[in-house]
């Protein structure tokens, strides 16, 4: 098993769609969690963290299950710019060892 | 604030040559990240360093690459000889130092290698 596995993508939307991409993680252990859009031929930059009990940012929310180790980011209203590639990371064993998923990519259509 | 530097943008050697990058984080983060992000796939941890400390290298294929951070600051990254699988974009990235804390990665633009 992957430590982070994300949906393989990729997803293409309407402008205004409601899209969700999920990812697991295989160590029970992993304490803090992260969502990372990259542009192409861009690095990663940070879009949020994901806390324990959910966390919500304008149009993305992002949801922890640590039972299940899964973690899920949904983006309402999609625009243009939402366009890009997202990355699922753990921190692994707590001392910031930082992994990443694949990532999932996402166009938006107008 | 200056970002994470990283040089050179772009390399292109030929397979078993040697190859080395150079990356300088933000000031004050004590650790400094490199990745491996070949295209279409996600970025892989190669090196956690803490300081000048290894935190973590158990991805790194140490037959062929080798990292350092001798003094804590800035870092480098080689390959000797590279293969034609080495192509990719190598990543250094930095944080600051809070154990179990939400730390937020600052990334370099990249060191992009191709291998011919």
């Known amino acids: 098993r992957k430590e982070v596995e994300q949906d393989p993508g990729p997803f293409n939307v309407p402008e205004g769609a409601t899209v969700a991409f999920n990812c697991t993680y295989s160590?029970?252990?992993?304490?803090?969690f992260f969502w990372y859009r990259q542009d192409c031929r861009k690095e990663p930059k940070l879009l949020m963290s994901v806390y324990s009990s959910g966390n919500e940012d304008g149009r993305f929310t992002a949801q922890l299950n640590r039972a299940s180790q899964y973690i899920s980011l949904l983006i309402r209203d999609s625009k243009l710019s939402d366009s890009a590639t997202y990355l699922c990371?753990?921190?692994?064993?707590?001392?910031?060892?930082?992994?990443f998923g694949a990532g999932t990519r996402l166009t938006v259509k107008p | 604030e200056a970002g994470v530097a990283q040089s050179p943008r772009y390399k292109i050697i030929e397979k078993r040559q040697s190859v080395a990058f150079w990356c300088n984080p933000i000031?004050?983060?004590?650790?400094l990240y490199w990745y491996q992000q070949i295209l279409g796939q996600g970025p892989k941890l190669l090196i956690q360093?803490?300081?000048?400390?290894?935190?973590?290298d158990s991805q790194l294929p140490k037959d062929r690459f080798s990292a350092e951070r001798l003094k804590g600051v800035d870092s480098t990254l080689k390959i000797q000889p590279a293969k034609l699988e080495d192509s990719a974009v190598y990543l250094c990235?930095?944080?600051?130092?809070?154990?179990?804390?939400?730390?937020?990665?600052?990334f370099g633009s990249g060191t992009q290698l191709s291998v011919l």
């Open positions: 990235a930095s944080s600051s130092i809070r154990r179990w804390a939400n730390e937020k990665l600052f």
């Open positions: 000031s004050g983060h004590a650790t």
């Open positions: 990371v753990v921190n692994m064993k707590g001392n910031n060892d930082m992994r």
């Open positions: 360093f803490q300081n000048n400390g290894v935190v973590d």
């Open positions: 160590n029970s252990a992993s304490q803090s």
